[in-house]
């Protein structure tokens, strides 16, 4: 257990809908960073907040957002939601900010968009 | 239509056996790499992290190797086990500004030990 919790586990929803997907931290960390993984683009870094801000911005769709919380919990919405958004959507986080130092991954959400 | 998935190397050794996962990174101002192992149905987990100034990093039995002239990565398991069995992910960061953070993974290596 990597102290990093997300929710829900598994998420069936239909093209052109909205979800959002929440991520805690582990305690004591700032930074929570969101990934993407699929099975035709392997795993692929979305964003990354510190302390509520945001810090780097991957391939990320316009049509996702993502949110941390004074208490440093993230968010992540996906919306007008397409087949092809079906994948495992992953949160880790670290202490700093640098990316140096390990990223904890939480154990995923499965999306699945029908 | 029928996606079509990664086709991700594979390695199968037999347990007890030592097992070498090598990875080529792209980028060459990266500076920090570390090896992932995601089971099935899991998150990846953290198994070693090197930085460039090194060019080996030992922990309990992995060791990575670094060899940037080339850039190539390397994560050796000595003695692998039926619970190595997963699949390993390198992953790099590159130096500076905008790419805090920003991790690039490789497409990963199936890991298969048989008993």
């Known amino acids: 257990d990597s102290g990093v919790t997300q929710t829900p586990k598994h998420l069936i929803t239909a093209t052109g809908q909205r979800v959002t997907l929440r991520c805690s931290p582990r305690s004591g960390d700032l930074s929570v960073y969101w990934y993407q993984q699929s099975l035709d683009q392997g795993l692929q870094f979305l964003i990354h907040?510190?302390?509520?801000?945001?810090?780097a911005k991957g391939n990320i769709l316009e049509r996702f957002s993502a949110q941390q919380f004074p208490d440093l919990h993230s968010e992540l919405n996906l919306s007008s939601l397409e087949l092809g958004d079906s994948a495992l959507y992953f949160c880790?986080?670290?202490?700093?900010?640098?990316?140096?130092?390990?990223?904890?991954f939480g154990p995923g959400t499965r999306l699945t968009v029908l | 239509g029928e996606s079509v998935g990664l086709h991700l190397p594979t390695l199968s050794v037999q347990e007890g056996d030592n097992s070498i996962i090598n990875c080529a990174y792209s980028?060459?101002?990266?500076?920090?790499f570390i090896w992932y192992k995601q089971e099935s149905g899991k998150g990846p987990q953290f198994i070693i992290d090197?930085?460039?100034?090194?060019d080996k990093r030992q922990g309990q039995r992995v060791t990575v190797l670094l060899n940037k002239t080339v850039k190539h990565l390397s994560l050796q398991i000595a003695a692998t086990q039926p619970g190595d069995s997963a699949v390993y992910f390198c992953?790099?960061?590159?130096?500076?500004?905008?790419?805090?953070?920003?991790?690039?993974f490789g497409q990963g290596t199936i890991l298969t030990v048989h008993p």
């Open positions: 880790a986080s670290s202490v700093g900010t640098s990316g140096i130092g390990t990223q904890y």
């Open positions: 992953a790099e960061n590159p130096s500076g500004g905008t790419s805090y953070g920003k991790l690039t």
């Open positions: 090197i930085r460039s100034n090194m």
């Open positions: 907040y510190y302390n509520g801000e945001e810090r």
């Open positions: 980028n060459s101002a990266s500076d920090y």
